[in-house]
C-alpha cells in the first residue's frame, strides 16, 4: 500500500531555515503528482506547494512564494520542501500528498494519500 512519511520537523526561530522530506512507497514515484498542504490549529488545512510528476511544472501559495522550495527526486521517491525565512504564522503540521493526475493542484480533495504529518514550530 502507500505510504508517505514525513520527516524534518521541529523548532526554529524567525527567519530561519528547515528542511522537510517526504519518503513514498508503495507507489511509482514518478507517475505521481505532489503536494505539500499545512494545518494550523484551529484552522482548515491550506495548500502550501505542488510539483508535477517530473518537476517541470510548481505552484506555490502566494504566502510562500519566493521563501519556500518544493523539489522531488523520483530516483529516491523522495519529495522535499526548502523553507527559508520562516514566520511565525507559518506555523503549523505539514503534511504531503500524492494524486494521480498529472495537473498540479491546490485543492486537498484532488490528493489520493496523505502523510501523518510533521510539526513546524517557529518563534518570534
Known amino acids: 500500500q502507500v505510504q508517505l512519511v514525513e520527516s524534518g520537523g521541529g523548532l526554529v526561530q524567525a527567519g530561519g531555515s528547515l528542511r522537510l522530506s517526504c519518503a513514498a512507497s508503495g507507489v511509482t514515484f514518478s507517475r505521481v503528482t505532489m503536494g505539500w498542504f499545512r494545518q494550523a490549529p484551529g484552522k482548515e488545512r491550506e495548500f502550501v506547494a505542488a510539483?508535477?510528476?517530473?518537476?517541470?511544472?510548481?505552484d506555490y501559495t502566494d504566502s510562500v512564494k519566493g521563501r519556500f522550495t518544493v523539489s522531488r527526486d523520483n530516483a529516491k521517491n523522495t519529495l522535499t520542501l526548502q523553507m527559508n525565512s520562516l514566520k511565525p504564522e507559518d506555523t503549523a503540521v505539514y503534511y504531503c500528498a500524492a494524486r494521480f493526475g498529472t495537473s498540479v493542484t491546490s485543492s486537498p480533495h484532488n490528493y489520493n494519500y496523505w502523510g501523518q504529518g510533521t510539526q513546524v514550530t517557529v518563534s518570534s
Open positions: 510539483i508535477s510528476w517530473i518537476g517541470g511544472t510548481t
